[in-house]
């Protein structure tokens, strides 16, 4: 059975829990769900999700559990959003602990605080998607490895590079669960 982990840090945990569960059911896979905080959790999972909340607390949590290490060493598919597109990156505008899992360099708040927060439609995956943006970062750079999966105004806030991918915007909130059924697919590819 596929196995994927929700990180129980910090964060939108259980709209990721939830969102994870309605599309595997939607696309008909079979599939456990769980929220896991430990290293010993997280190396049991065949993907993560990292979801928002403030990206150093969940990096420097992530160093002192050794889940960064799991995730690394193990080579575990991962897809994060908000903040745990920060912790993808190589390179952020911030000094803190990274997973450095996708050549990209990423601006924290880069559409601003919490005050200015917004939502509005994105394209992905060929579709209108509903872009949830709470204090969100976007990517100013990215290398060759990484395909960009949307822009907003020019600005890169989806992307994936090998069995990684990232959003600067909150899926989980939306109700549409497009990217987790993508992720889904990936994981299970990788699995074979």
Known sequence: MTTIGILNLQGDVSEHFEAMKKAA???GKNVDVFKVKTSDEVSKCDGI?????ESTVIGNLMEETGIKKVIVDQNIPVMGTCAGMVLLAKKTDYEQPLLGLIDMEVKRNAFGRQKVSFEDDIEIFGKKFKG????????????KSVDILSKYNERIVAVKSGKYIA??????LTGDTTIHEYFIKEVLNCAE
């Open 25 to 27: 059911c939607d696309i």
């Open 49 to 53: 999700i990292i979801s928002g909340g």
């Open 132 to 143: 949830i943006f709470i204090r969100a970062p976007y990517i100013e750079k990215v290398g």
């Open 167 to 172: 959003t600067a915007f909150h899926p989980e």
